[in-house]
């Protein structure tokens, strides 16, 4: 049992009596575990997934750049800021977040800082989701974008109008959501 006293998430292991893959995706895979649990066994299903990154890029004028992306599970077109998956074979989290700025908003940034980092939903898949701040914009070369990418455009925003929608419930894409709420904290703690 980890030391409560200390606000900080701990690692945990549980012996694992039986692992089986219930489906092999493209990005993803479907597994059930066996595992030793007070005394006892559970068995629990869930997602694996390579991780991702997300970029809350803002401009010189406070702006936010984000993208428009057809997310099917959910039937609707989200407002997004470029992200994408940790699956490029031993690709830095900070490096799969220049490539993926690069990719979905054809930006490079001069500035990083992390954001902050989560699960998105840890009862049901291990995707951890690493966010970062970029500044200091510059154009980058044009990408060719496929499948659901192809029509997401970019476009600024005020981060003040974001940070509203988000408040109010109007956007709820997890790495926008997150990076805005970040954001919005850290400024607030720069007074």
Known sequence: ?????????????????????????????????RFDYDGGQLTRQFVEHPGAVGVLAIDDLDRVALVHQYRHPVRERLWEVPAGLL???????????????????????????????????????????????????????????????????????????VLDAVLSGRLHNPTLVASILAEAANRSRRG
């Open 87 to 161: 699956d490029v074979p031993g690709e830095l989290p900070l490096d799969a977040a220049k490539r993926e700025l690069a990719e979905e908003a054809e930006l490079v940034a001069e500035h990083w800082l992390h954001l902050i980092d989560m699960y998105t939903t840890p009862g049901g898949s291990n995707e951890r989701l690493r966010m970062y701040r970029a500044t200091g914009l510059s154009p980058a070369a044009h990408f060719e974008r496929t499948a659901e990418e192809q029509d997401m455009g970019l476009t600024w925003r005020a981060f003040d109008e």
């Open 1 to 33: 049992m980890a030391d409560e006293s200390e606000l900080c998430d701990s690692a945990e292991q549980h012996e694992i009596r039986e692992r089986h893959l219930d489906l092999q995706g493209h990005v993803i895979d479907v597994t059930s575990e």
